[in-house]
C-alpha cells in the first residue's frame, strides 16, 4: 500500500473519477474511468500517455470546467464540483491554446487578466516586475502579443496566469510548438515557483524527457491510470531491456531504426545519435536476424523505455503496474480492454509507384535555394539563404521560434513569393510557376490543413479532386487512404473531432493523394504524443528510401536524427549546415557524455543571441 498524504500538505486530492462523452453516432465514450491521485504542495506531477488517454480531461476536470459523472475533486479542501468558482481563485490554468490578445501588448495582456482577478494597481506594479524578470519579457512590456516568437508567447500566457499567485498551476502541453531553447527556459520557471513559491504543479506533456523531470509521474492509457509513480520506478520496468547497436554498413541509422521496429522481439527502436537504441520484449534473443549479438551494449534506460514497455504490456494484455511509493498516487491497473493500444508502429505501405531508387540517381538535386531574402515592409524575416536538396533526401530546418523557417517553407510550397533569389523545386522556378510545381508536392501544414467542418472520407475526397484524381484512380487512392492509415473507424468523423494523432494520419493522407515527388511537413509533430510520432517516422523513412525528397521542420531536436542533412536557422540566416553527425561537433559534451542535436541547437542559438548582444553594446 502507499502512504497517505498529509491532509495539511494535500493540494489536490481526486478520487474515482469516471467521465464520459456523446459519441458520433449517440453512443457514450468513457473518457475517464476510475481515476485516483492525489498531490502534496510543491510538487511537480506530470500527466502522460497516448492521444485519447484523457489527460486534457482530467486537467479540465481539476480546474471546475468539467463536471465529472462520478468521483471527487478536492482543491486545498475545497470541492471542484460543488464550488467551482471558490476552488478556482486558488487554481491557475493554461490550456493547450492560451488566449492571448494578439492585438494587444504584453503589458496589456498582463493588465487583462489582472482586471479578470480584480488584482489592484498597487498589486501589479508589485508583481509585473518579478513576472517579467522570471519570463525575460521585461524588454518586450509594449510589444503586441502577436509579434512575440512562439516560445515567448508561451512565457507570456504563464505569466498571465500567474497574475493571480495560484496555490496549484495547470499547464496543459505548455511546451508544443516552442524550440529547445524556450522549452528549457519554461521548466526554468515552472522549478522556480515550485521551489521558491511552494506552487504545486500538474503538467500535461507529449514530451517523455519532461516527464522525466517530474517529482511524481502519471501514465494514462484510454481513461485508466496504468502507472502512477515516481519517475525512477517508471524507469526500472525497463532495467535489462535497454540497448544500443551501431548500425552496419551500408545502413543509415534511421534503416536500422525502422528495421529493429520490425522485429517481433523489440518494444521499441528509436535513434540516439549515429547509433539506434532499441527495447526488447525480455532481453535478447540467442541470434539476432539483424546484427551481430557482440555489436550491441546494455545502456542505463530511461523514462521513455519504461513508458514504452509499459504500454507494450497493455497491448498484451498483462495486469501490472507501477505502484507509487511517494503518495501521490494511486496504484494504477491494466486489463485486456487496453489490448486495443499498440506500442509498435506499424510497417507502413507507402502507397507509391516505384520510384528509381536513391543509389541510381547519383546527388540529383530536386530543390535549389540560392540568396533567397524574404521582407515584410522593413523587417527581414528571410536573408540570403542558399542551400540545396538531394532526390531520396530527409532535410531538416531546424531554428528557434521566428528564425525564418516557416516563412522559407512557405515559398519552398509555393504559397508565398520571394522578395529575392532563386527558388527550383522539382526543375521549375517558383518564382515564375509556382501553380505547376505545387502538383509535384505534398504539404502537410503545421496545423493540418484539412477543412474541421468535412468528414474524413469529404477531406479525402477534397484533396484527391484539388489533386486532379477522378473515377478510378480516385477511389483507388481514397481506399488505399483509408486502409494504410487505419481510418476505416473515422470516416464519418469531423475532421476536427479527431483525436491530434487522427488529425496527423489524415493530413499525411491528404497530402499523399497524388503521389507526389517531393513533401514539405511543417512541424508535423507538434502535440503528438510519442506512439503517433513513431508511426509517422516510420512511414517518412519509408517514403524517402523509395525517393521521395522529405523537407521537414521540427522542435523535436531527437527527431532530427532522421534527417540525412539540416541547416539552423536564427533571425532569417543559416548558422549551421550539415549531417546530424557534423552538427553534434559543434556541441560541448558533458563529461563522459556525447553531444546530442539538441545540445549543438542551444550551443549555437545562445552564441548568436551572444554575439547580437555585444555588437548592440
Not at 476536470?61 to 475533486?73: F, S
Request: hydrophobic fraction near 40%.
Amino acid at each position: 500500500m502507499m502512504e497517505t498524504v498529509a491532509a495539511e500538505s494535500q493540494v489536490l486530492s481526486c478520487h474515482g473519477l469516471e467521465m464520459e462523452f456523446a459519441g458520433l453516432r449517440g453512443e457514450r465514450v468513457k473518457a475517464l474511468e476510475n481515476v485516483s491521485l492525489s498531490a502534496r504542495r510543491g510538487v511537480v506531477t506530470g500527466i502522460v500517455g497516448p492521444d485519447g488517454a484523457g489527460k486534457t480531461t482530467f486537467i479540465r476536470l481539476v480546474a471546475g470546467l468539467l463536471t465529472p459523472r462520478a468521483g471527487t475533486v478536492r482543491v486545498l479542501g475545497i470541492d471542484v464540483g460543488s464550488t467551482p468558482q471558490a476552488a478556482q481563485s486558488r487554481i491557475g490554468y493554461m490550456p493547450q491554446r492560451f488566449g492571448l490578445y494578439e492585438d494587444l501588448t504584453v503589458r496589456e495582456n498582463l493588465d487583462l487578466y489582472g482586471d479578470l482577478h480584480g488584482i489592484s494597481a498597487e498589486i501589479r506594479a508589485d508583481r509585473y516586475p518579478g513576472l517579467m524578470r522570471m519570463t525575460g519579457l521585461a524588454r518586450f512590456m509594449d510589444r503586441l502579443a502577436g509579434r512575440l516568437s512562439g516560445g515567448m508567447k508561451q512565457k507570456l500566457g504563464l505569466a498571465c496566469t500567474l497574475v493571480s499567485t495560484p496555490d496549484l498551476l495547470l499547464l496543459d502541453e505548455p511546451t508544443v510548438g516552442v524550440d529547445p531553447l524556450s522549452r528549457r527556459e519554461l521548466w526554468e520557471i515552472v522549478h522556480h515557483l515550485v521551489q521558491e513559491r511552494g506552487v504545486t504543479v500538474l503538467l500535461g506533456t507529449s514530451y517523455l524527457d519532461e516527464a522525466e523531470r517530474c517529482d511524481h509521474t502519471v501514465v494514462l492509457l484510454q481513461g485508466r491510470v496504468l502507472a502512477s509513480g515516481p519517475p525512477g520506478d517508471i524507469v526500472r520496468v525497463a532495467e535489462g531491456r535497454s540497448f544500443r547497436v551501431e548500425p552496419p554498413a551500408p545502413l543509415k541509422p534511421r534503416q536500422l531504426q525502422a528495421l529493429l521496429a520490425d522485429q517481433d522481439w523489440v518494444t521499441d527502436a528509436s535513434l540516439e545519435g549515429s547509433r539506434v537504441r532499441f527495447i526488447t520484449n525480455d532481453g535478447l534473443p540467442a541470434m539476432s536476424p539483424v546484427f551481430r549479438k557482440e555489436a550491441v551494449k546494455p545502456v542505463k534506460p530511461r523514462f521513455e523505455d519504461g513508458f514504452m514497455v509499459l504500454l507494450r504490456r497493455a497491448a498484451e494484455g498483462e495486469s501490472r503496474s507501477v505502484v507509487s511509493h511517494g503518495g501521490e498516487g494511486e496504484e494504477g491497473n491494466v486489463d485486456g480492454d487496453a489490448g486495443r493500444v499498440s506500442a509498435r508502429a506499424p510497417s507502413p505501405d507507402v502507397g507509391l509507384s516505384p520510384v528509381v531508387p536513391v543509389s541510381a540517381t547519383g546527388r540529383e538535386i530536386v530543390v535549389e535555394v540560392r540568396d533567397l531574402v524574404r521582407q515584410f515592409g522593413s523587417f527581414h524575416a528571410v536573408r540570403d539563404v542558399s542551400f540545396q536538396v538531394c532526390r531520396g533526401e530527409i532535410f531538416g530546418l531546424l531554428g528557434p521560434n521566428g528564425a525564418g523557417k516557416s516563412t522559407t517553407f512557405r515559398m519552398l510550397c509555393g504559397l508565398l513569393p520571394a522578395t529575392s533569389g532563386t527558388l527550383s523545386v522539382a526543375g521549375t522556378d517558383l518564382r515564375r510557376a509556382r501553380a505547376s510545381a505545387r502538383q509535384r508536392i505534398g504539404y502537410v501544414a503545421q496545423k493540418f490543413s484539412l477543412y474541421g467542418q468535412l468528414t474524413v472520407l469529404e477531406n479525402l475526397d477534397f484533396f484527391a479532386s484539388a489533386y486532379g484524381l477522378a473515377g478510378a484512380r480516385k477511389r483507388d487512392r481514397i481506399r488505399w487512404a483509408v486502409q494504410q492509415f487505419d481510418l476505416d473507424r473515422h470516416g464519418g468523423s469531423a475532421g476536427e473531432e479527431l483525436p491530434g494523432g487522427y488529425r496527423q494520419r489524415l493530413a499525411m493522407a491528404c497530402a499523399l493523394m497524388h503521389e507526389p515527388e517531393i513533401l514539405f511537413l511543417d512541424e508535423p509533430t507538434s502535440g503528438a504524443d510519442p506512439l503517433a510520432r513513431r508511426e509517422f517516422w516510420h512511414r517518412i523513412s519509408g517514403l524517402a528510401d523509395r525517393g521521395v525528397t522529405i523537407i521537414v521542420t521540427t522542435h523535436f531536436m531527437e527527431e532530427a536524427e532522421y534527417c540525412d542533412r539540416m541547416v539552423i536557422m536564427v533571425d532569417g540566416r543559416i548558422l549551421a549546415t550539415g549531417a546530424p553527425a557534423d552538427i553534434r561537433r559543434l556541441a560541448m559534451a558533458e563529461p563522459g557524455g556525447e553531444p546530442t542535436i539538441e545540445d549543438a541547437f542551444i550551443a549555437i542559438v545562445e552564441a548568436h543571441h551572444q554575439a547580437s548582444q555585444e555588437r548592440k553594446d
